[in-house]
């Protein structure tokens, strides 16, 4: 069995999200990782993924794989005028990132990735010249590194 420290395992799986939300046809045009902006101001849609914290799960008595629970985000943004409501200019995009999460195969079939839960969908708007919301998904993944703990 190959090591992977659990540092890699986490990069490799912020890949695996970032790699399913751009498998053609990408839920849109930018989908970043870790961007304080992650569009300019020709874009109308775009996905940031960030990371949060990850925890090691106290391994079952005898299983020599560490398993961890890993955080992140995932920012939808969109940029709407004012005729279009906030929620209806990025529900679209949303309902994208959700479906993708749950139906690529770069996700479901991923070895050592044993859940994928949602979670709270947080809501900011801002207007600087343009309108520009953001609805930020919450996603806990539980999977394991190949690290052994023997």
Do not use: W
């Not at 398993?67 to 940029?79: G, H, I, K, P």
């Not at 929620?87 to 749950?102: P, T």
Request: charged letters at 15%; a negative charge.
């Amino acid at each position: 069995m190959s090591n992977t420290l659990p540092i890699t395992a986490i990069a490799n799986l912020f890949s695996a999200v970032e790699a399913a939300l751009n498998t053609s046809p990408a839920v849109c045009n930018v989908v970043a990782r870790s961007k304080n902006r992650p569009f300019g101001i020709s874009e109308d849609l775009a996905v940031n993924i960030k990371p949060g914290p990850s925890i090691p799960e106290q391994p079952t008595f005898g299983d020599p794989q560490l398993q961890l629970v890993t955080s992140l985000s995932v920012e939808c943004y969109a940029r709407t005028t004012s005729a279009v409501p906030y929620d209806i200019a990025v529900d679209g995009l949303l309902s994208a990132v959700v479906g993708r999460l749950h139906t690529s195969p770069l996700l479901t079939q991923r070895p050592g990735l044993l859940s994928l839960e949602l979670g709270p969908i947080e809501y900011d708007a801002e207007t600087h010249g343009d309108q520009v919301v953001c609805l930020t998904l919450a996603v806990t993944i539980t999977h394991r590194s190949t690290t052994s703990l023997e």
